[in-house]
């Protein structure tokens, strides 16, 4: 089982950036799909989530701004950011979950900075 994050990286507040977590070695249609987000001394936060069936949880601090989507054909979650502020700075992971499994990704890093 892996999950891949990517497209993490430095960006100017009120920029944007799309981050994708690529998923193999299990069944990733099945499952619900979150981004968890942790910035330094604070607990992890969960920012979004997408169920199988394509419903949609997003944290208050970020809707209107963030979207969360799947593709299923490339087993691939996405975390479309926009208008970022500087609070979004941390280091984003991708999660699966179904029933009592869950899968962790090893996370990358987003900073918003001028």
């Known amino acids: 089982v892996q999950l891949v994050e990517s497209g993490g990286g430095l960006v100017q507040p009120g920029g944007s950036l799309r981050l994708s977590c690529a998923a193999s070695g299990f069944t990733f249609s099945r499952y619900a799909m979150g981004w968890y987000r942790q910035a330094p001394g604070k607990q992890r936060e969960l920012v979004a989530q997408?169920?199988?069936?394509?419903?949609?949880y997003y944290a208050d601090s970020v809707k209107g701004r963030f979207t969360v989507s799947r593709d299923n054909a490339k087993n691939t979650v996405y975390l479309q950011m926009n208008s970022l502020k500087p609070e979004d700075t941390a280091v984003y992971s991708c999660?699966?979950?179904?029933?009592?499994?869950?899968?962790w990704g090893q996370g990358t890093q987003v900073t918003v900075s001028s």
């Open positions: 997408i169920t199988s069936g394509g419903s949609t």
């Open positions: 999660k699966a979950i179904y029933l009592s499994s869950s899968y």
